[in-house]
C-alpha cells in the first residue's frame, strides 16, 4: 500500500478551471500500475473521472470527456488532473487511487479534496 496526498481543491464558478494534485508520498511506487481520479458527490455513488496507467494509457468517463486531462508523472511520483469548463455537476470529493500491478499490494486511496463549483 502507498499514501497519497490530494491537493488543488477549492471554489471556482461554473465554467471556471481547477488543477487537482496528487502525490505518492510513502510506500512502494514501483508496484502501482495505474493512477486515476475518481469522485462522489453527495448522495450519489464514487464514480471514476480519468484513469492513466503506467504506460501512459488514459480513460475518461463520458461526462468529462474533453473537459478533463489527466497527467502523470512517474519520476515526481504524481498524478494531475486539470479539470476545463467546470459546470456545478462536477461538484463533489475528489480522491486519488493507486492500483497495483497485482497481489498482494492493495489498491489505496488518498483523503479527498473538495471541489465545488458554483453557478
Known amino acids: 500500500q502507498v499514501q497519497l496526498v490530494e491537493s488543488g481543491g477549492g471554489l471556482v464558478q461554473a465554467g471556471g478551471s481547477l488543477t487537482l494534485s496528487c502525490a505518492v508520498v510513502?510506500?512502494?511506487?514501483?508496484?502501482?500500475?495505474?493512477m486515476g481520479w475518481y469522485r462522489q458527490a453527495p448522495g450519489k455513488q464514487r464514480e471514476s473521472v480519468a484513469t492513466?496507467?503506467?504506460?501512459?494509457?488514459?480513460n475518461y468517463g463520458d461526462a468529462v470527456k474533453g473537459r478533463f486531462i489527466i497527467s502523470r508523472d512517474n519520476t515526481r511520483k504524481t498524478v494531475s488532473l486539470q479539470m476545463n469548463n467546470l459546470s456545478p455537476e462536477d461538484t463533489g470529493v475528489y480522491y486519488c487511487?493507486?492500483?497495483?500491478?497485482?497481489?498482494?499490494?492493495?489498491?489505496?486511496w488518498g483523503p479527498g479534496t473538495q471541489v465545488t463549483v458554483s453557478s
Open positions: 487511487k493507486a492500483e497495483p500491478w497485482g497481489p498482494p499490494m492493495p489498491d489505496s
Open positions: 510513502s510506500g512502494n511506487f514501483f508496484g502501482i500500475n495505474t
Open positions: 492513466i496507467t503506467r504506460g501512459g494509457t488514459k
